[in-house]
């Protein structure tokens, strides 16, 4: 099969993820969008690893998920603390950063 | 000790006496200040002295001797040491400068002994005598500059010591503008000469001069020059830069005795002495000094006649002599022109201080048309004043007749148009016997006015409400004015001290030098001027004795129309001025300088200053450039910050589609 399927497979992925990212307001569901891109980009990077048959590729999507475990850890704490704030849980209504 | 160290201890001790003054005057009892400030200048004195002596015993070929201390400015191509030059023209300027600044320091101790700003007052003047001595003990350009900026900032401060009034205040100010005209002069004219001769040291100066350096390039020189007469002329009061010189009289009367009379005055004529040797190949400079010169002896001359105030008759008397050693040392008659420098120190201190007992005994009036009759009342000044003023005159045997003489002589046996220098110079001695006594008779002859009377009484004048003798308004008692009770040198020992060894020198200094008898200052002064081919001029003993006849019977005369003018016959003055109503305006007037000057170059640079602040600076500054910078960093950071929404998902869109955009491009590309 040639590898333009499996490319195609995670740019449609990696969209969706962001998409996803920018139309939704909840940031659980933003987290997992997040989490939907770099699986797309993994599996473009696993794809390219089969290409040239060496492990490179894979090795760096292992290095992706370590990066999305620690961000995922991240992104609850902080929803957690937004919600001890109770502050909304809409990325819409925090907006005090602004110009 | 060698030579050198002796001169850089006469440097030390004012220096010192300035700083334990400024430093210490809260924990000094009042008193003592100004016998501190006064022994510091004995000691630069005896100083001064040792370095004669010790100068004195080196052969004349070697009796110019640089020490440096340490290098003060050193980079490509600049060579500034702390050095000083030690030869006879700096020993004798010093020896004049800690003599005269020793015996006036003297005197205030008494004269100033009432004023609030004692410590002040001798801490600026022992600055004063550590930057003169500095500027005639300087071996190079730099220090030379510095000297001659320091005197101006000490004129400047000694002007206005009695800050509240605002015409000292304004007299300072003036005094200070146009030195610096005159520091820039002298800084452009080393630099013209610095560039041809690449060194800024004093001998090698001369030596590169000798060796043509100038060569092909006589316009630099005569700019150079020039330019440094610039400088000469402003701080010696010569015409059109004298202005400030009647003015500085704002100042205490040591002050004018020390800064503008004896010492700091003479300053430019110690220059041109010094630059002898790149004068004396640029004569167009020296024509230009002596024409100045003998034109500034003549104009000051005929304004002291009408002047009231008496110490700007002295001012303008001071002009017009420093008139003479200007024109004397620019036409190569340099031992008679500092010798003149000297015996006009002796007798124009002498009679400063004189001025000043009168105005003590007038409670600070300076106005000789209140003045009179203080013959019987003030018999010390009275004699004083004598001495003075027959030493000014020319009057044989006192210094005066000497020195001035001796510089015509010289300028006559120039020959050529020389001549009307001569002529001038004797004119001018004639005024200078007329507006002397004039001042003497009107202040001490005639009807014993109000104050007189009660000082025969044994009791001195004081004044109800102390006034700012220039402008009449009232004294600030608290900051210091001359004092609601004044000294005068009868009551006052220190004062009188000193009037008496000014008295001395004032008569007898002159004997020093007698045309073909003795000759002091030539044989002394000539290793400075050994390369001088003017320094030994063949004297006429016809024209000798044709001057000093000449000379006695001018200020015989002069003395002898003011007699009649205002003694014998006292309506004469006015019948006078009422016969040549349009001189006397213009003499009144001095010659409408001050006025020609505000319309020439005040009123030009006030009408720029004001087109400059309300019109380049409104406009082009502060609207165009600062405003046209702010506006634009304001209109583009309102566009900048209309990006920052704070919505966390516009953010991720803009990076998505800029992301999306490089890709595109790159993909594009290939």
Not at chain 2, 169 to 180: E, L
Request: aromatic share 12%.
């Amino acid at each position: 099969m040639s590898i333009a399927w499996y490319l195609a497979v995670s740019a449609i992925v990696f969209s969706l993820g962001a998409l996803g990212v920018i139309t939704r307001r909840n940031p659980l569901v933003i987290l997992l969008c997040l989490e939907l891109m770099l699986n797309g980009a993994n599996l473009a990077l696993v794809a390219f690893a089969r290409m040239w048959g060496n492990g490179d590729g894979q090795i760096l999507a292992l290095v992706v998920m370590t990066v999305a475990a620690c961000e995922v850890c991240i992104g609850l704490g902080m929803i957690v603390a937004i919600y001890r704030q109770r502050l909304p849980i809409d990325v819409d209504d925090l907006r005090e950063l602004q110009g | 000790m060698s030579t050198t160290t002796y001169g850089w201890l006469v440097l030390l001790f004012p220096l010192l006496g300035t700083l334990l003054i400024a430093f210490g005057f809260r924990s000094l009892p009042a008193r003592l200040v100004g016998w501190i400030g006064t022994g510091a200048i004995v000691l630069a004195f005896l100083a001064a002295l040792a370095t004669l002596i010790s100068l004195e015993g080196h052969s004349p070929a070697q009796r110019q001797l640089v020490s440096s201390l340490w290098s003060y400015a050193s980079t490509v191509g600049v060579n500034g040491q702390m050095s000083i030059l030690v030869d006879p023209l700096s020993v004798y300027m010093i020896l004049v400068v800690t003599g005269i600044s020793a015996l006036i320091h003297l005197y205030s101790v008494a004269y100033m002994d009432e004023d609030r700003g004692l410590a002040r007052f001798f801490s600026y003047l022992n600055f004063f005598v550590f930057s003169m001595l500095l500027l005639v003990l300087a071996g190079n350009f730099l220090l030379l500059i510095v000297g001659w900026a320091f005197v101006g900032a000490a004129s400047y401060l000694l002007i206005s010591f009695w800050y509240r009034r605002t015409t000292a205040t304004r007299a300072g100010i003036k005094a200070f503008v146009i030195n610096v005209v005159g520091d820039v002069g002298l800084v452009l004219g080393t630099y013209f000469i610095f560039t041809h001769t690449g060194t800024l040291d004093f001998l090698q100066t001369f030596h590169a001069t000798q060796a043509g350096a100038f060569n092909g390039s006589h316009g630099d020189l005569v700019a150079g020059c020039i330019l440094l007469l610039v400088g000469a002329f402003a701080k010696s009061a010569q015409i059109p830069l004298h202005t400030w010189l009647p003015d500085a009289m704002e100042g205490p009367t040591p002050v004018s005795a020390l800064i503008h009379a004896a010492t700091m005055v003479t300053a430019g004529v110690y220059l041109i002495a010094r630059m002898h040797p790149l004068f004396e190949r640029a004569p167009a400079a020296q024509d230009v000094g002596a024409v100045v010169g003998a034109s500034t002896l003549l104009i000051a001359g005929t304004i002291a006649l009408v002047q009231t105030d008496i110490k700007r008759v002295i001012a303008y008397s001071t002009m017009s002599q420093i008139g003479y050693m200007i024109m004397g040392v620019s036409v190569g008659a340099y031992a008679a022109g500092l010798f003149h420098l000297m015996t006009h120190a002796f007798f124009k201190a002498l009679l400063f201080m004189a001025a000043g007992s009168v105005i003590g005994a007038m409670a600070g009036e300076q106005s000789l048309q209140k003045m009179g009759g203080f013959r019987k009342a003030m018999p010390f000044t009275y004699a004083c004043f004598i001495i003075g003023g027959l030493a000014l005159s020319g009057v044989p045997p006192f210094s005066g007749f000497f020195s001035k003489d001796e510089i015509l002589l010289i300028a006559g046996e120039r020959g050529g148009w020389h001549w009307a220098l001569y002529v001038v110079g004797y004119l001018g001695a004639f005024l200078t016997a007329i507006y002397t006594f004039r001042m003497i008779f009107r202040a001490f002859h005639g009807e014993p006015v109000s104050e007189a009377r009660e000082l025969e009484g044994g009791h001195l004048h004081h004044a109800d409400v102390p006034r700012n003798p220039a402008s009449g308004e009232a004294e600030d008692l608290d900051v210091g004015f001359p004092g609601p009770t004044h000294a005068i040198a009868e009551r006052a020992l220190p004062m009188r001290l000193a009037m008496i060894v000014l008295a001395v020198g004032a008569t007898g200094i002159g004997l020093v030098q007698i045309p073909k008898v003795d000759f002091v200052i030539d044989d002394f002064l000539r290793p400075s001027f050994a390369s001088s081919p003017l320094y030994e001029l063949h004297t006429n003993t016809g024209l000798l004795v044709f001057g000093l006849l000449l000379g006695t019977a001018l200020g015989l005369a002069g003395i002898a129309i003011a007699y009649r003018i205002w003694v014998a016959r006292p309506g004469t003055a006015a019948a006078i001025q009422a016969r040549t109503q349009s001189l006397y305006e213009l003499l009144v007037h001095k010659w409408y300088f001050d006025e020609a000057i505000e319309l020439l170059v005040v009123r030009p640079a006030v009408a720029s200053g004001r087109f400059a602040r309300y019109t380049f600076e409104r406009l082009v500054i502060d609207e165009t450039i600062i405003g046209g910078t702010t506006g634009l960093v304001r209109a583009g950071s309102a566009a900048v910050r209309a990006a920052q929404s704070g919505f966390v998902r516009y953010y991720a869109a803009l990076l998505v589609l800029g992301v999306t955009a490089v890709g595109f491009y790159f993909l594009l590309q290939s």
